[in-house]
């Protein structure tokens, strides 16, 4: 009778410790989606960066990335015409290293959900 009662708290431990898991994961995949910006302001001009991250195939982990930069030069103290790019690419979210791996550039994404915040390498996007 006492080694079925251990069984079945056993096997109740194993599944509420796969929740948990499966709750963790969640967390950080529902993060992932949504509108991120980057300013920055220096003697040659100003940058305007955006990364708009939608879901694409759930069940292969996989996003779509649509950057949309904008850069304002300066030249000799005047503003010259602005150059604009956008670029669409895909990634792929691997839970084990909790990062995002873009297809095309290898590229790796990186999160801080407390932060709210994207890490492109040492480059820092805020969530909106």
């Known amino acids: 009778m006492k080694l079925l009662l ?18 963790a ?14 300013f920055s302001e220096h003697e040659f001009g100003t940058e305007y960066d955006t990364l708009i991250i939608t879901l694409q195939n759930p069940s292969a982990a996989q ?13 000799d103290g005047h503003a010259i015409e602005p150059e604009y790019k956008r670029t669409a690419t895909t990634a792929i979210y691997n839970p084990a290293k909790k ?24 480059i820092k996007y805020n969530k909106l």
């Open 99 to 122: 990062i995002l791996e873009e297809t095309q550039r290898g590229d790796i994404y990186t999160f801080d959900l407390r932060k709210q915040i994207l890490f492109s390498g040492p």
């Open 6 to 23: 251990l069984f079945h708290l056993f096997l109740l431990l194993i599944m509420a410790y796969g929740c948990h898991l499966e709750n």
């Open 25 to 38: 994961k969640d967390a950080d995949i529902e993060f992932i989606p949504g509108t991120y910006i980057r």
């Open 63 to 75: 996003y779509r990335i649509l950057r949309k930069w904008k850069y304002e030069r300066v030249l």
